[in-house]
């Protein structure tokens, strides 16, 4: 079970674009994609208490 050579047609949940993820972890289409999502939550979680954690987040 190689796990790292799939090739997923997803959504991006940042710009909405259709793309090919490589894991089933990935999100976004691109590095620009996730990092501008990661840094969107950033400032949520500054404004809002973080009472919510991500389970799906990397530590
Ligand atoms: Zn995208």
């Known amino acids: 079970m190689g796990v ?4 997923l047609p ?3 949940e940042h710009c909405g674009k259709a793309f090919e993820a490589k894991t089933v972890n990935t999100r976004f289409c691109s590095d620009a994609c996730n990092n501008a999502s990661l840094r969107l939550r950033k400032k949520q979680a500054l404004v809002e208490k973080p009472k919510q954690i991500d389970p ?3 530590i």
């Open 56 to 58: 799906s987040r990397p």
């Open 10 to 12: 997803k959504i991006c």
């Open 4 to 7: 790292s050579k799939l090739k």
